[in-house]
């Protein structure tokens, strides 16, 4: 829907302008906004084109609301149907990550070092949680793995996905901090992590990455400077 660049110029103004509105409401209330999230998925609509990248960003950013949904809208909140939504989110961004990579042997690489480090992990958790290891922690963690191998593979590839990287690793400050409160409150105890999830109780810190992470990765296939 966006084809110049002057048209593309003033969407992205308009967008960044009203997420830095939510930004700053989250900042000074220490509310969550799920419009602000539903803004974002909305946007992508804006860079249609007939690409799977395309695709795997919509779907991705669709997944994201249903999560939120079960996270912010209902009351009481249902994590593990929103854990499962956010993985479906971390898959398509792997997908977009994938299928952009052009190298057959950089493919089969992060094929083999993502299933490996997924199964790893899975193991892990279930060691170190023991008879507390439920369906919420391992696919928290399956989650959790995949956003982290995200951030690298799209940082390895930094010049062709700036925005999609800088946007991922915001999503992971703020899953990570989510993740302190969950491991504090359910599954390890501990004074360090009692501390630090002290430390970051004095604000919204989840939603402070958040919105400008939903933000980015809603922008990141359109581009102002075509390449030739």
Known sequence: MLRSRK?????????????????VLVIVT???????????????????????SYLFMQIGLACTVFADIFLVVIEPMIQLPAMVFFSGTQICYFLRIF?????????LTHLIIR????????IIT???LKEKTDALSLVSMFYYTNLILNVIFAFVHFKK????????????????IIGLDIMASSYISGTALEAVNSFISGANWAWIFYVPSQALIASSLIRIIEKR
């Open 161 to 176: 996905t700036p925005v999609l990287a800088i946007g991922l690793l915001l999503f992971l400050l703020c899953d990570t």
């Open 126 to 128: 279930i060691i170190v």
């Open 7 to 23: 048209s593309k110029i003033i969407a992205l103004s308009i967008f960044a302008l009203i997420q830095t509105v939510y930004l």
């Open 30 to 52: 220490g509310r969550d906004f799920f419009t602000s999230v539903l803004i974002s998925a909305s946007f992508m609509i804006l860079s249609c084109s007939k690409t799977k």
């Open 115 to 122: 299933a490996s480090l997924t199964v790893l992990v899975q």
């Open 99 to 107: 299928f952009e990579t052009k190298s057959k042997k950089e493919k």
